[in-house]
C-alpha cells in the first residue's frame, strides 16, 4: 500500500517527522517497507506557453520554439511532436537540476541556440506506469493556464514522502487511506477526521430510473447504485492526479479517476457503467454459465465458469463481479449516464474467481480478503460528492440498496487481568478501554470484565487473544518490561530421531557415501525390475488419486529402485566408481482399511560399484552400526532374496529382528538398469536402529591384568562358514576369552582342492587375576576339539 503522506495529513495530524513514523508505525503492526521522497531535487523548472513553433533549418525532426516564461521569452530546440502554440508546458531554464542529477545549461542544437528544456512527465521523475496514456511520449502539457513564470513546484505540488506499507492479509480495512490514518491516529496519539460527506442531490429519483436484482446472494450481499445524469468526461483536475499518482494508480478520466480515488480513500473498489448500455435498466448479480465468454476492460475474451459471480442485465453480461467490467458497458467520452456500483462480494468467491481468470486487480485484491459491506454506501455517496463537486455530472437524488441480512458487529467479553497476564504490563481497565477506543473499538468496563465491540471493518478481531495483540501493539511492545520466562519451557532442538539421522548422515559421508534424495512418487514397473513376487508386500501400493503420469503413480515401497536408477545414471555418465546411500520413508498399506493413512517407515538404502566389493559394503554397514553403538548382530547366510544373488546375500539379525539385507545385486536386476559392473547394496529397516541405537558412551577402566594371546589355524571344507566357527570360538571361550579376530584365509598347493586354512588370533584375559598357562591351554584345546568334532576342522601343522 502506497501512501503519500501530504495526502494522509488531510485525515490526521502528524506533528512528528517521517522517520519517527514509521519506526512508530512497524512497532503498532503496520510494517513500512520503504519510503520514497519525490520531486525534492528538481530546481529551476517553470511554467511557460508556446508562443511559436517553427521547423528546424538543419534538422528534420527538431523544431525551434518560442517559450515566453514571464519575464522573457526563451528559444528552446526539441523533438517533441504533442506540442501546439497556446499549450502551457514545465521549462527547465539555464542552470536547472532535475531528477537524476541532470543539469539544463545553454546550448546550441544543429546551430541553432537551445535556452533551456521543455519537460515530461518522466522527466521529472514521475512513474511512466501512472502517467495519462495522452502524456506518456511527448511533453507535459498542462491543463491549467497557471502564471507564467511562477516555478513549478509552488503551483503542481509534486514535492512529497510516499511510504509503502506492508498489509497483512487478515487487515483489508488498512489497504485503504483512512485505515492508515486510524492506525497512525492510534499509534500516535492524533484525532482521526473523516471527510464530511454531503451530497447535492437533483430531484429526479435513481430508484425511477434503475432496478437491482440479487439473485446469487450467496456471491453478493450488498449492492448499491446511484445514477448520475449529464455525465461530462474529461481529465480529472491535478491535485487528483497527482495523488492517485503517487498511489500507483494511473489518472484516466474524472469518472473513472474518482472511482479510483475513492477505493484508495476507503478501500471500497467501485465500478461505472454506462446506463444507456444496460438492458431495461436494470442490474441482475447471478451466476455465469458454463461455457460462456466474456470479453474484459482489457480486451481479453475469458471463459467464464458456472460459479462465477456475474454482473449482467436482463439479456447480457456486464462485468465479473468484484474483478473487472466489460468492455462494451464501460465509460467512454459518449456517456451521459452512469450507474455507479458499490457492494460487497463474497471474499473466497472473488479469490477463486481471480485465480481461475489469471487476472488480478485492485478491486479483487481487496474484495479476496474481506471488506465491510457497511461501507459500501458511505463510499457511494463519497464518490458522487466528488462528481458533484467536480462538476462531472448531476447526482439523482438517493440510491436503490439492496442488503438482504446486515452485517452486525458482535459483542464479546474480555478480562483485563489476564490481558495483564499474558502481555506482563500493569495496565488499568481504563488504560485498556482508553487504547481500545483509539481503534473505534467500543467499550464497557464492567469490573472483572471489559465488553467490547469491534466495528465491523475489523475482521479480524474474533477472539480475546485478539483483543490482547491490540492493546499490546498500541501500548507499545518497546514499553513492556523484558523478563524470564516462567513454568515449564520447552527448549527447542532436534528429537533423538533426528540426532541418530544425522550421525548416520555424517558416518556414511565420512566413509565417502554421497547422500541422493528421490521422489516418493514412483512406477510400479520398479517391483518387476528388481524381481519382486508377486505376492510381495513390497507390491502393494499406495495408489495416487491424480497422478502426473505411469512414472510418478504409487507410492514407494522400497528405496532400492530408486538408487539403482540412479546408480545407472551415473553408470551411463561413465561414472566409475560409484557410492550413495538415501535414508527416506517408504509407504505400506494399513490393514485396517477404515484409516486411509498408510505407515510411514524409515529406511536407509546404501549401494556402490567399481572397485567395491562384498566386504567393502559389509566393513561400512559395521561402521554405522558400531557408530550407533549397536552390537551383538549377526550376518546369516540370506539364499532367496529374488533382488540379490543367490549365496552372496545375508541378513543382518539382531535377536529375532532382521535388521537388514546386504549383498551383491542379481544379474538379472543389473541387466534391467543396464547396469554392466557388479553392484553391492543393503538394505536398512531404519525404525529398528532407531530402537536399537544407543547415544550414552559407558565408561569402562583400563584392564589391570595382562593378556594371553593364542593363535590356530584350522583346515576345514570350503562350504564352512567363517561363522560356524566363530560360534564355536564364543560358545567354548567362557568369561575368559575376550576377543578374537580372523586374519587369515588361504587356499593354495599346501590345502587338498575342496578345503581353506581358517586363521584366527584369540586373546584371553581375567578382570580379576592374572591367567595362567593351563587355563588357557585348555580352553585353546576344547575349542580346538569342537571345531573338530562338529566341523570336521584339522589343527593346521
Known amino acids: 500500500m502506497l501512501v503519500p503522506v501530504k495526502w494522509l495529513r488531510n485525515y490526521v495530524d502528524i506533528d512528528i517527522d517521517i522517520k519517527n513514523l514509521c519506526d512508530r508505525m512497524t512497532m503498532s503492526g503496520s510494517k513500512v517497507e520503504t519510503v520514497e521522497k519525490t520531486g525534492m531535487d528538481i530546481e529551476g523548472v517553470v511554467i511557460g506557453k508556446i508562443e511559436e513553433i517553427k521547423n528546424h533549418p538543419n534538422a528534420d525532426k527538431l523544431v525551434i520554439v518560442k517559450v515566453d516564461i514571464g519575464e522573457e521569452c526563451l528559444q528552446i530546440v526539441t523533438g517533441a511532436t504533442n506540442i501546439a502554440v497556446g499549450d502551457y508546458i514545465p521549462v527547465a531554464v539555464d542552470g536547472a537540476k532535475l531528477p537524476g542529477g541532470v543539469k539544463i545549461k545553454k546550448g546550441k542544437l544543429r546551430g541553432e541556440v537551445s535556452q533551456g528544456m521543455l519537460c515530461s512527465q518522466e522527466e521529472l521523475a514521475i512513474p511512466k506506469s501512472v502517467i495519462p496514456e495522452d502524456q506518456k511520449d511527448g511533453i507535459w502539457i498542462l491543463k491549467e493556464a497557471y502564471p507564467l ?35 497512525v491516529g492510534a499509534t500516535i496519539g492524533t484525532t482521526l477526521k473523516y471527510p464530511d460527506i454531503e451530497v447535492k442531490e437533483i430531484e429526479k429519483s435513481s430508484a425511477d430510473q434503475v432496478k437491482v436484482v440479487i439473485e446469487d446472494t450467496e456471491g453478493c450481499k450488498r449492492y448499491v447504485a446511484r445514477v448520475i445524469e449529464d455525465v461530462t468526461i474529461e481529465p480529472s483536475p491535478q491535485w487528483m492526479q497527482q495523488r492517485l499518482a503517487r498511489a500507483g494508480v494511473r489518472p484516466i478520466n474524472n469518472i473513472v479517476d474518482i472511482t479510483n480515488y475513492v477505493m484508495l480513500e476507503y478501500g471500497q473498489p467501485l465500478h461505472a457503467f454506462d446506463l444507456d448500455y444496460i438492458e ?47 468492455e462494451e458497458s464501460e465509460v467512454t467520452s459518449k456517456t451521459k449516464t452512469i450507474l455507479l456500483e ?50 462531472a455530472g448531476k447526482v439523482l437524488k438517493g440510491a436503490v440498496d439492496v442488503y438482504p441480512e446486515k452485517h452486525q458487529s458482535q459483542q464479546q467479553s474480555i478480562r483485563p487481568h489476564r490481558i495483564n497476564a499474558l502481555l506482563g504490563t500493569a495496565l488499568t481497565n481504563g488504560e485498556m478501554r482508553e487504547i481500545l477506543q483509539k481503534l473505534e473499538i467500543d467499550v464497557k468496563d464492567q469490573g472483572d470484565t471489559l465488553e467490547v465491540i469491534a466495528p465491523t471493518y475489523r475482521i479480524d ?24 520466562a516462567r513454568g515449564n519451557i520447552v527448549v527447542g532442538g532436534k528429537t533423538r530421531g533426528q540426532i541418530i539421522e544425522d550421525i548416520t548422515k555424517e558416518a556414511l559421508n565420512a566413509m565417502g557415501l554421497n547422500e541422493i534424495l528421490t521422489y516418493s512418487f514412483v512406477s510400479p ?8 513376487g508377486q505376492d510381495s ?65 524409515m529406511n536407509l538404502v546404501l549401494g556402490m560399484y567399481g572397485e567395491e566389493d562384498f566386504f567393502t559394503l559389509k566393513g561400512v554397514v559395521n561402521t554405522l552400526l558400531e557408530r550407533l553403538g549397536i552390537k551383538n548382530y549377526e550376518y546369516v547366510v540370506e539364499k532367496h532374496h529374488p533382488s540379490f544373488h543367490p ?89 575368559i576369552l575376550e576377543s578374537y579376530s580372523l586374519f587369515d584365509v588361504y587356499r593354495g598347493n599346501q590345502i587338498n582342492e575342496g578345503y581353506k586354512s581358517v586363521a584366527y588370533t584369540l586373546t584371553y584375559r581375567h578382570k580379576d587375576r592374572t591367567l595362567k598357562e593351563e587355563e588357557v591351554n585348555k580352553v585353546q584345546e576344547r575349542i580346538l576339539e569342537v571345531i573338530k568334532e562338529v566341523l570336521g576342522g584339522v589343527l593346521r601343522e
Do not use: W
Open 149 to 183: 513564470g511562477k516555478n513549478l513546484l509552488e503551483v503542481i505540488d509534486l514535492q512529497d514522502e510516499v511510504i509503502e506499507f506492508e498489509i497483512t492479509s487478515n487487515r483489508p480495512d488498512c489497504l485503504s487511506m483512512i485505515g492508515i490514518a486510524r492506525e
Open 280 to 326: 431495461d435498466h436494470t442490474i441482475v448479480v447471478k451466476k455465469g454459465k458454463r461455457g460462456q465468454t466474456f470479453k474484459t476492460l482489457d480486451g481479453t475474451e475469458r471463459k467464464v465458469k458456472d460459479y462465477i459471480t456475474m454482473i449482467c442485465d436482463t439479456k447480457k453480461s456486464l462485468a465479473i463481479a468484484g474483478v473487472m467490467g466489460g
Open 647 to 735: 549365496g552372496r546375500c545375508g541378513n543382518i539379525v539382531y535377536s529375532d529382528y532382521t535388521i537388514g539385507t546386504l549383498g551383491e545385486i542379481h544379474p538379472e536386476v543389473m541387466e534391467n538398469y543396464g547396469i554392466h559392473k557388479k553392484c553391492y547394496c543393503a538394505e536398512l529397516d531404519f525404525t529398528q536402529l532407531l530402537k536399537l541405537t544407543r547415544l550414552d558412551k559407558l565408561y569402562q577402566p583400563l584392564p589391570k591384568y595382562p593378556s594371553i594371546t593364542r593363535d590356530f589355524a584350522v583346515v576345514v571344507k570350503e562350504t564352512t562358514l567363517v561363522k560356524e566357527i566363530e560360534d564355536i570360538i564364543t560358545a567354548e571361550g567362557g568369561k
Open 461 to 484: 478481531l474474533n477472539q480475546e487473544a485478539d483483543f490482547v495483540e491490540e492493546i499490546g501493539r498500541i501500548y507499545g511492545y518497546d514499553r513492556i518490561t523484558a523478563t524470564m
Open 537 to 601: 508386500i513390497k507390491r502393494n501400493f499406495i495408489h495416487l488419486l491424480n497422478p502426473l503420469g505411469d512414472e510418478t503413480s504409487v507410492m514407494r515401497t522400497t528405496l532400492l529402485p530408486n538408487l539403482l536408477e540412479v546408480a545407472a545414471r551415473n553408470f551411463n555418465r561413465k561414472v566409475e566408481n560409484f557410492r550413495a546411500f538415501e535414508l527416506g520413508r517408504i509407504f505400506l498399506p494399513k490393514l485396517d482399511t477404515s484409516d486411509p493413512l498408510p505407515y510411514e517407515v
Open 525 to 532: 514397473k520398479g517391483a518387476d525390475k528388481i524381481r519382486v
Open 342 to 391: 458499490s457492494a460487497y462480494f463474497h471474499p473466497e468467491g472473488i479469490r477463486l474467481t481471480s485465480k481461475q481468470l489469471g487476472l488480478r486487480t485492485e478491486a479483487s485484491s481487496r474484495f479476496e480478503k474481506g471488506l465491510d459491506p457497511n461501507i459500501a454506501s458511505i463510499a457511494a455517496d463519497r464518490a458522487c460528492q466528488l462528481i458533484e463537486e467536480l462538476k
